[in-house]
């Protein structure tokens, strides 16, 4: 312990020198010193760690000393610890003053004194509406979470339902053959017929007089016509020969076409009137007019009217709108020849054999194959093979 022995000789002459100036500035304080003192304070309680490491630093500086000159050991004096609010005393402990010079050349370079300011720092108050943001949003009610709670609850029995109504009408058309509707409305219209007919026949009344007043004569006319005709080809119906079968799909094909376009007869009239005017400025055709005013176009030569040697409709171009009427009406016609091979191919397979002309055709070659089959299979398998030959 000789080196707490020799600060303590050393701080009780260091107190003699310093209790006097201390004493003086303690009898009239000025101004300044008040200020000093209110800075220390500041520092003080800021740093409150500053003696303790002011007394480790002393005693590793006096330790060099201790080892170079030992002394005897002496009875330990107590040394007066200093709390930091204590820095403020007018006394100052010598110990203290010495490990303070001590501890100077090191406290330069590691710490800086900051100066505090003497105003307060005003700090921006947050605005409400951040504070609103800020806040977590209410939880809604139970009342309205079981409102909710219903509306998803009818969205729901509302689509199921609507889905079943949708399936059970999918299930019923897929299941439902168009033929038999289409013969069921005719069993239905020949039926009520019928029965009219019997209550004005019972009535004592013309039946057919009486189903005229509801058309007109033209279209009795049509209708009577159009009797005449199905009459006269129900037995001409089956396929004979392929000649005629092209001719009945012509006759079909002009039907169709002059009920949704039909002749144009505007523009017949204006080709016409061309043509005529063309050959009166050749001199081929003469225009006369008559006694009545008419004018009437003469061919002098022959050359106007067309004939059998004629090549004038060669220069003739159709509109964009007969082609187009053309290209859709084959569209139609490819359209239906495609659209008959896929429903005999799903009755029969893509690898059965056709061996039939038409539907009748193949429903009498089943009638046969039903009753020959298990004599004829054999020859037919012999001659697919080539050893019948």
Do not use: C
Request: proline letters at 6%; aromatic letters at 4%; glycine letters at 4%.
């Amino acid at each position: 312990m000789p080196p707490r022995k020799r600060a303590t000789r050393a701080s009780k002459k260091a107190e003699a020198a310093a209790n006097e100036p201390v004493a003086e500035s303690a009898v009239e304080p000025t101004t300044t010193q008040l200020e000093e003192n209110s800075a220390v304070e500041g520092a003080a309680a800021s740093k409150p760690k500053a003696t303790r490491a002011s007394k480790r630093g002393t005693a590793k500086a006096k330790e060099p000393d201790s080892k170079s000159k030992p002394e005897p050991e002496a009875e330990p004096e107590a040394v007066e610890t200093t709390h930091p609010d204590e820095v403020e005393s007018t006394e100052v402990e010598p110990a203290e003053a010495e490990t303070a010079k001590a501890e100077e050349p090191t406290r330069k370079p590691t710490q800086k004194p900051t100066k505090e300011p003497d105003t307060p720092i005003d700090v921006p108050p947050v605005p409400g509406p951040q504070k609103e943001a800020a806040a977590p949003a209410a939880a809604p009610s139970a009342a309205d979470r079981m409102a909710r709670f219903k509306a998803l609850q009818a969205r729901a029995k509302s689509s199921s339902d609507q889905n079943l109504k949708a399936a059970a009408a999918e299930t019923q058309r897929l299941s439902t053959d168009a033929s038999q509707l289409t013969a069921l409305r005719r069993k239905v219209a020949v039926t009520s017929h019928k029965i009219l007919k019997a209550e004005v026949e019972d009535a004592g009344g013309d039946f057919e007089r009486k189903r005229a007043w509801d058309w007109t004569a033209e279209e009795s006319e049509r209708w009577d016509k159009r009797m005449k005709k199905r009459a006269a080809h129900r037995d001409n119906a089956a396929f004979q020969d392929y000649t005629q079968e092209a001719g009945k799909v012509y006759k079909k094909q002009i039907r169709n076409a002059a009920n949704l376009a039909g002749p144009d007869l505007e523009q017949y009239a204006r080709d016409k009137l061309a043509a005529v005017e063309r050959a009166a400025a050749a001199g081929t055709l003469e225009i006369v007019e008559t006694a009545d005013g008419e004018l009437i176009a003469v061919d002098k030569d022959g050359t106007f009217f067309s004939t059998a040697e004629s090549t004038s409709f060669a220069d003739n171009r159709p509109s964009k709108e007969a082609i187009d009427r053309l290209v859709n009406d084959q569209k139609k016609a490819d359209e239906a020849a495609l659209r008959k091979r896929r429903e005999r191919l799903a009755k029969n397979g893509e690898d059965a054999d056709v061996t039939y002309i038409n539907e009748k055709n193949k429903h009498f070659n089943q009638k046969l194959a039903r009753f020959y089959n298990k004599y004829t299979t054999e020859i037919r398998e012999s001659f697919e093979r080539g050893t019948m030959i």
